[in-house]
């Protein structure tokens, strides 16, 4: 079992910056980590992941404003988030995996969800 404790959420204005954290109670490195997000009303959506050799994969609407990192030392995933849009108020949650398990899998881990709103 894994238990991920994410922080860093909160409110901000429209072009202003977050940084998202995600704190793992066991070892990452070898494993998938992601940040996914859901919106009132809509699915939960991938917003970026990073294998444990460092490739990465963006969604289209966040590529170029958002970047994923991983900190094996400290267990932990970040998600550093620029130019931010109201369209970006979502829950944010992270998520980490062994590669060959989908993230759907009873063997893929979430965390609580940090609330992102972005409003003037």
């Known amino acids: 079992q894994v238990q991920l404790v994410e922080s860093g959420g909160g409110l901000v204005q429209p072009g202003g910056s977050l940084r998202l954290s995600c704190a793992s109670s066991?070892?990452?490195?070898?494993?998938?980590v992601g940040w996914y997000r859901q919106a009132p009303g809509k699915q939960r959506e991938l917003v970026s992941i990073?294998?444990?050799?460092?490739?990465?994969n963006y969604a289209d609407s966040v590529k170029g404003r958002f970047a994923i990192s991983r900190d094996n030392a400290k267990n932990t995933v970040y998600l550093q988030m620029n130019s931010l849009k109201p369209e970006d108020t979502a829950v944010y949650y992270c998520?980490?995996?062994?590669?060959?398990?989908?993230?759907?899998?009873?063997?893929?881990?979430w965390g609580q969800g940090t609330q992102v709103t972005v409003s003037s």
């Open positions: 998520n980490v995996r062994p590669f060959e398990v989908p993230p759907s899998s009873a063997y893929s881990y």
């Open positions: 990073m294998t444990s050799a460092g490739s990465t």
């Open positions: 066991r070892s990452i490195f070898d494993y998938v």
